[in-house]
C-alpha cells in the first residue's frame, strides 16, 4: 500500500539522469540543489563524498561530505526532494564497507580512496 | 544544540577565541539554542598578544550569535547539515557586532534572522 501511494512522488528514469539512479557509497558527486534566495531560487552546487546512502523509499537520502575551508561539512540530501535539480557523479571508489563514518576521524592523505 | 556550559568557539575578530555559554535569551528557561539564536558567554580565552588591543577582557561576558552548530539542523526540506564545531560571533547589547571580519563558513539559516550581515562578513556560506 505504501508503494502505491509513494509512487506518485518518486523521480522518473529519463535519459538525463542516469547518475541519479547509479550513486554508490564513495562516489564523489556534485548535487545541484535549489536554494531560494529573497524570491527568487537559484542553483547551488555542492560537491563531495558520498559516505551513507539510506534506501527508504521515498524517504532515500544520502549523506555528502565536504571539506569547506579546512573543516569538514556533512550533509543530508533527500534524493526525492524537488529542490534537487541534478547529480554528476565525478569519480568512483572502491569501498569495501556500506557506510564510510570512518572517515570521520580521519585527516589529510588517509581519506583518500582507491579509485576505480 | 547549545546548552548552559557548552564550550563554543569565537570566530571574529574580537580577541576572544574560546567562551562558554552561561545564558539563553528569547524563553523562560530556554534549553538548547540553535543557528541565529543569541546566547551569553563567558569568555575564557583570548588571543596573545597585548590585551588592551583587544576589545574583550578574559572573564568578562557578553551577548553572542550562533553560527554553526556540531548537531545536525533541518533544511527547509526535510534535509540535514552539521559543522564540526559549535561557532558564535560577538554581538553588543544594542545588537551591533563587536568584531569587523568573521574567519569561518556560516549556516545559510542566518539568512532569514535579523543578523542578516553576518553573511557578507563571513569566509563562506555553508
Redesign the interface.
Known amino acids: 500500500l505504501i508503494h502505491y501511494v509513494e509512487s506518485n512522488y518518486l523521480k522518473k528514469r529519463t535519459d538525463n539522469n542516469f547518475d541519479f539512479f547509479n550513486l554508490k557509497v564513495g562516489d564523489i558527486i556534485r548535487i545541484g540543489y535549489l536554494i531560494p534566495e529573497g524570491e527568487k531560487e537559484r542553483t547551488q552546487y555542492y560537491q563531495g563524498l558520498i559516505i551513507a546512502i539510506k534506501n527508504r523509499g521515498i524517504g532515500k537520502s544520502l549523506i555528502l561530505r565536504r571539506t569547506v575551508q579546512g573543516i569538514g561539512i556533512e550533509q543530508v540530501f533527500i534524493l526525492n526532494s524537488p529542490k534537487i535539480v541534478s547529480i554528476i557523479k565525478k569519480q568512483s571508489s572502491k569501498v569495501r564497507r556500506s557506510k564510510l563514518y570512518f572517515i570521520r576521524k580521519l585527516r589529510g592523505k588517509s581519506t583518500r580512496l582507491k579509485v576505480k | 544544540m547549545i546548552q548552559k556550559g557548552t564550550i563554543v568557539r569565537v570566530v571574529d575578530n574580537s580577541g576572544a577565541k574560546i567562551g562558554a555559554c552561561i545564558h539563553m535569551y528569547q524563553g523562560y528557561r530556554r534549553r538548547y539554542a540553535k543557528v541565529g539564536d543569541v546566547i551569553k558567554i563567558a569568555i575564557k580565552k583570548i588571543k596573545k598578544g597585548d590585551p588592551d588591543l583587544l576589545k574583550v577582557k578574559k572573564g568578562s561576558m557578553s551577548k553572542a550569535v550562533v553560527v554553526t552548530t556540531k548537531s545536525?539542523l533541518k533544511t527547509?526540506?526535510?534535509?540535514?547539515?552539521?559543522?564540526?564545531?559549535n561557532s558564535v560571533v560577538l554581538i553588543s547589547d544594542q545588537d551591533t557586532f563587536l568584531g569587523t571580519r568573521v574567519f569561518?563558513?556560516l549556516d545559510?539559516s542566518l539568512?532569514y534572522t535579523k543578523y542578516l550581515r553576518l553573511l557578507s562578513m563571513g569566509?563562506?556560506v555553508?
Open positions: 545536525f527547509f526540506d526535510g534535509g540535514y547539515k552539521s559543522s564540526p564545531c569561518s563558513g545559510a539568512r569566509v563562506d555553508i
